[in-house]
């Protein structure tokens, strides 16, 4: 274990709240990626970032924003504007160089709950 | 459009007995395919990938372009396999996205 981390791992956010979730990784990778896991759906991309300072829209980006000010961080921010945000997010990272043998790591993931 | 398709929810078998984890994709170019695994309590992390044809755990996978599936299988199963296995197919149209399947809850009983 090791290399990407998350925090927090449980987050608790009241209805109308933005939240950030931290992503940090030591990999020296240059990409990065925002995961959303829903039992029965698999994973869903939310947002990625080939390099610093660029990120682009995943598949289900609406209500979510990020940033990459660092290559090592990606936080993820969760607006009021989510309609469902209870989930578990997942990050990862990769080094962004493509097939064949670029592979995604995962950080331990954030369980977010709205309450 | 690209896809994942993962018909099992659940796969429940008996120690020391096969198991196939079914896997098929939808996709126009050339496929980059990958097992990942998430044991409980423990993060999601790669099993294998077609690409390196290597045996992790037991485990393999062929691609199977004419079927276009990736199933993965190991020809006895351990108390330990149980986990949830997730299949996914690498979409490099520009960037490099994971396209994950549903995932298939693999339950071995002793």
């Known amino acids: 274990d090791g290399g990407i981390t998350q925090s927090p791992k449980y987050l608790f956010r009241k209805e109308g709240q933005n939240v950030t979730l931290s992503c940090e990784q030591n990999?020296?990778?240059?990409?990065m990626y925002w995961y959303r896991q829903d039992p029965g759906q698999g994973l869903r991309l939310i947002y990625y970032s080939q390099i610093v300072n660029d990120f682009q829209k995943g598949d289900i980006a609406e209500g979510y924003s990020v940033s990459r000010e660092k290559k090592e961080s990606f936080p993820l921010t969760v607006t009021s504007a989510q309609k469902n945000p209870t989930a578990f997010y997942l990050c990862?990272?990769?080094?962004?160089?493509?097939?064949?043998?670029?592979?995604?790591?995962f950080g331990p993931g954030t369980r977010l709950t709205v309450l | 459009a690209q896809r994942v398709t993962q018909p099992e929810k659940l796969l429940s078998v008996f120690k020391g007995a096969p198991v196939e984890l079914k896997c098929n994709y939808s996709y126009s170019g050339s496929p980059e395919l990958f097992w990942y695994v998430q044991y409980s309590r423990q993060r999601l992390q790669l099993l294998l990938r077609?690409?390196s044809r290597e045996s992790i755990k037991g485990f393999t996978a062929d691609l199977n372009k004419g079927e276009t599936s990736f199933h993965l299988k190991k020809p006895f199963a351990q108390e330990e396999d149980s986990a949830m296995y997730y299949c996914?197919?690498?979409?490099?149209?520009?960037?490099?996205?994971?396209?994950f399947g549903a995932g298939t809850r693999l339950a071995v009983h002793p």
């Open positions: 077609h690409i």
């Open positions: 996914a197919l690498l979409f490099s149209g520009g960037y490099n996205k994971l396209i």
């Open positions: 990999l020296n990778h240059d990409a």
């Open positions: 990862a990272s990769s080094t962004g160089t493509g097939p064949p043998l670029d592979t995604q790591y």
